[in-house]
């Protein structure tokens, strides 16, 4: 077993869980950063990492270290860190990605965290950034990896052995959801990751 622990991103979404899969199944320890808002999605989100440590084997629920949860709205609250923290979401948005980005970097550097690694895939925001060479966005992400760069999210499918295959579906990554159901359960326009979601054949082979 390696003893490097792995420091990831973890949403309770696809991509992030298909890495924090590939990590267990090289037997490797994983220490996941959770990001925590007012978001309408935060709850589901939060039922599916529970609902995911819940399905993982004794083994692999022991490489994962406890969470370390960055809260935007506890952070927010102090207003000796109102400045930096508009600072660093404002550079995120000239470098076009989301600001929860500039809070991440900012307690990276305020509390001298590791590099971190983000399941960042093909088509993904960040992705298309970095290949239109987006000015400013590589020093702004020098303190992260993307271990899932050339990858689709149709290949983190195909890689995962089924019971992992059954631990991928109880990922969340509605953006939109009312009444506990996803955009596409409820038939109505498609927020965008759930358009991404039609990149996996998930509803097959159950
Ligand atoms: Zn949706």
Known sequence: ????????LWSGGFDSTALMLRHLRKGRKVLPYVFTNDAGKQPYE???RENILAALT?????????????????IRAIPAYKHFVQSYMDHANAVKIGPQFGLIRFLQDACDLPRLQMGIVV????????????????????????????????DLWQEAPKRHKKILRLTWSCEDPQKDKTCRERKVKLCRPCMRSLEIPMEQNK
């Open 58 to 74: 004794e083994k692999e629920r022991k490489l994962i270290l406890p969470q370390y949860t960055m809260d935007y709205p506890t």
């Open 1 to 8: 077993m390696s003893k490097r622990c792995r420091h990831i």
């Open 46 to 48: 939060r039922l599916a």
């Open 123 to 154: 088509g993904d925001g960040l992705w298309h950034c970095q290949q239109n060479d987006q000015p400013g966005l590589a020093s702004f992400c020098c303190r992260w990896t993307f271990p899932l760069w050339q990858k689709t999210k149709f």
